[in-house]
Antibody
Framework: EVLLVQSGAELKKPGESLRLSCRGS????????INWVRQLPGKGLEWMGR????????NYAPSFQGHVVFSVDKSISTAYLQWSSLQASDTAIYYC??????????????????WGQGTVVTVSS | EIVLTQSPVTLSVSPGERATLSCRAS??????FSWYQQKPGQAPRLLVF???TRATGVPVRFSGSGSGTEFTLTISNLQSEDSALYYC???????????FGQGTKVEIK
């Protein structure tokens, strides 16, 4: 069974650093990109970017470039999302999601086939 | 940047009826197009990929269609457990990026 298990809820102060984790199991971790998705309180889903666990190559959505950092530790099948200085506006739920390639007929498509349970991050003074 | 606009914002449908959710893209997109369901307090769940293929385990009452700039998710014979938020998503191959619509809330009358 494919599972993505994320770290627990966090309560932090503005200016503090934070690292969230997402551990994959039930599949070959290096075969699928890990994406990060933000959900602001009461709002929709925003794609933050992705990391390829094979080589740690990353792409960031413009809104998040320079504000967060993605990394992986292949030895423990875990991806990370990191901030060096949190802001109150970072208060949100953060999801990791696997890029899968399911097939319909003879064509396969990139999509987010498995998701972590989400991590609630609250940044408040 | 491709923008996805979902309509309506909220849809109220009686059990057993049909719900039709729309997603319009600001420019033509490939069929790398997905729909997700999100219930309160839960992570999103993949429903449809490739614009029209149901994901594993998704009931047949969920169907996706469309191409170009217009996509539709239809929920036939609506059940109480279908009350949720539904998001559309498109994928651009390179540089890789994904975009979500703002969501449609389906309520059961």
């Amino acid at each position: 069974e494919v599972l993505l298990v994320q770290s627990g809820a966090e309560l932090k102060k503005p200016g503090e650093s934070l690292r969230l984790s997402c551990r994959g199991s039930g599949y070959t971790f290096t075969s699928h990109w890990i994406n990060w998705v933000r959900q602001l309180p009461g709002k929709g889903l925003e794609w933050m970017g992705r990391i390829d666990p094979r080589d740690s190559y990353t792409n960031y959505a413009p809104s998040f470039q320079g504000h967060v950092v993605f990394s992986v530790d292949k030895s423990i099948s875990t991806a990370y999302l990191q901030w060096s200085s949190l802001q109150a506006s970072d208060t949100a739920i953060y999801y990791c999601a696997r890029r899968g390639e399911p097939c319909g007929g003879q064509t396969c498509y990139y999509t987010f086939d498995y998701w972590g349970q989400g991590t609630v991050v609250t940044v408040s003074s | 940047e491709i923008v996805l606009t979902q309509s309506p914002v909220t849809l109220s449908v009686s059990p057993g009826e049909r719900a039709t959710l729309s997603c319009r893209a600001s420019q033509s997109v490939s069929d790398n197009f997905s729909w997700y369901q999100q219930k309160p307090g839960q992570a999103p769940r993949l429903l449809v990929f490739g614009a029209s293929t149901r994901a594993t385990g998704v009931p047949v009452r969920f169907s996706g269609s469309g191409s170009g700039t217009e996509f539709t998710l239809t929920i036939s014979n609506l059940q109480s457990e279908d009350s949720a938020l539904y998001y559309c998503q498109q994928h651009t191959n390179w540089p890789p990026s994904w975009t979500f619509g703002q969501g449609t809330k389906v309520e059961i009358k």
